[in-house]
């Protein structure tokens, strides 16, 4: 009997976050690879994350059709496989498509992935052998130019065709001044006439002053700044201020270090602030809610998601530790340890960046005393930690050298009043003012 193969293309799925668009960081496969089902194909950068995406199929790699470094839109398609016999799952459908019976493939922190193996061999044996004997090859597919979708609407807009040209971006990518280029008839491609009625746009963005360096606004950055501004322009902020001296949360900062419990555990005085927050956040529950505008209902949560705003070299993150208020005070360092390394990496997965209710930014370990942080959108506050200084401070009657730092309450003040977001930042400073006050407050 035999088998016969099948072209299937794989179109960019939602990686579950609404996304429009996504980047093809980097690409594990070649075409002519053998691949099997749910090994990781590519490095896919998400408006929050770098995730891995997974192949849908076993098969042979056919094409690809977006070369690395490509902004692709949600349900184009990025690679096609020769697959023999039926395929093992069919791709993630488009918007408006009926979804099929048979299962999605495991993406990358949505689910457990299939153990990938070694290197995928070149082969072209599986595209021979899928095919009946005598039968014409596979007809390849007509390379389309390599570009990004906002060129390609440009150059439409400006009646260039891409056929041709020889593009100057990352693996030969035809770039926007490619295209601005050919239309000035200084590309050595042949070069159509402009659409009747089109002008071309003004600005040259291709073009530079000396000195001037252009980074395209997209993946983590872009995601934070539309972020940032729906937040600052939906939720009413207020930030409260409270300076004190934490000279024994040091000293005991101290004491941890050296203790057996903690051995093998990095300890920091954010972790002490982090078993701090959740414990005030018991006795004010409103800081750990958010606003349904669409329900125009107050959602109050049990569990405390903590986010740490960690800075990455991809931009700004703020990962969650899930029901922080359940962990000991050991294993909420282990978890933010854990938690720093894998967002410098870039490998925080998405079910982590969602769902928190209450966040901490450490300002003091880029040397900032305090500030005026933006809430986390659908948070209802953020506390800033400022740096720790030895400052000449009154002490019992005296004046002597003390560590002192600030602390800085951001809270959105429909969900949290002034009163509970004064209390709820008193209760964080007595116990850093003196942990062995938690014995009168839990």
């Avoid at 799952?89 to 099929?100: F, I, L, Q, T, Y």
């Avoid at 073009?207 to 997209?218: F, N, Q």
């Avoid at 903690?262 to 529950?285: D, M, Q, S, Y």
Wanted: proline share 8%; with cysteine.
């Amino acid at each position: 009997m035999t088998t016969t193969a099948t072209v299937k293309e794989f179109r960019l799925p939602d990686l579950g976050e609404g996304l429009t668009e996504s980047e093809i960081v980097q690409w594990h496969v070649a075409e002519g690879d053998t691949v099997e089902l749910n090994q990781v194909i590519a490095d896919v950068e998400t408006a929050k994350a770098v995730v891995e995406l997974p192949s849908p199929y076993a098969g042979v790699v056919v094409r690809l059709h977006e070369a690395a470094g490509t902004v692709v839109d949600v349900g184009a398609p990025i690679v096609s496989f020769a697959v023999a016999g039926e395929p093992e799952v069919a791709p993630v459908p488009s918007a408006g498509e009926e979804r099929p019976a048979k299962r999605e493939p495991n993406l990358v922190g949505y689910g457990a992935a299939v153990e990938k193996g070694g290197r995928p061999q070149r082969r072209s044996r599986l595209l021979s052998a899928a095919r009946p004997a005598g039968a014409p090859p596979v007809p390849a597919r007509r390379e389309r130019p390599r570009s990004t979708p906002p060129v390609r609407k440009l150059a439409r807009d400006l009646g260039i065709p891409l056929d041709g040209l020889a593009g100057t971006g990352p693996g030969a990518l035809i770039t926007r001044a490619d295209v601005l280029a050919a239309l000035a008839g200084t590309a050595g491609s042949p070069v159509a006439a402009p659409t009747e009625g089109v002008v071309p746009p003004v600005r040259q963005a291709a073009r530079s002053a000396a000195g001037e360096t252009r980074t395209p606004i997209r993946g983590v950055r872009k995601h934070t700044a539309a972020a940032m501004v729906a937040s600052a322009f939906t939720a009413p902020h207020v930030t409260e201020f409270l300076t004190l001296d934490v000279t024994p949360t040091m000293d005991l900062l101290a004491e941890l270090k050296q203790s057996r419990a903690f051995e093998g555990t990095r300890i920091t005085l954010l972790a002490l602030v982090a078993k701090a927050v959740c414990i005030a956040v018991a006795r004010n529950p409103s800081l750990n809610s958010s606003w349904d505008e669409e329900a125009q209902e107050i959602v109050q949560y049990a569990d405390v998601n903590l986010g740490i705003a960690a800075a990455t070299p991809r931009g700004l993150l703020v990962p969650n530790i899930k029901a922080a208020q359940a962990l000991a005070l050991v294993e909420l360092a282990r978890s933010l340890g854990s938690l720093a390394e894998t967002a410098r990496a870039g490998k925080t997965p998405p079910t982590d960046l969602a769902g928190g209710t209450i966040s901490i930014t450490n300002i003091g370990v880029f040397g900032i005393d305090a500030g005026t942080p933006i809430l986390n959108p659908g948070e209802a506050a953020i506390l800033a930690v400022g740096a720790v200084r030895s400052m000449p401070w009154e002490y019992q009657g005296a004046v002597a050298l003390r560590s002192v730092l600030t602390l800085s309450l951001s809270f959105d003040h429909r969900l949290v009043d002034g009163e509970q977001g004064s209390r709820f930042l008193a209760d964080v400073g007595t116990i850093l003012r003196n942990p062995a006050m938690v014995l009168a407050m839990v």
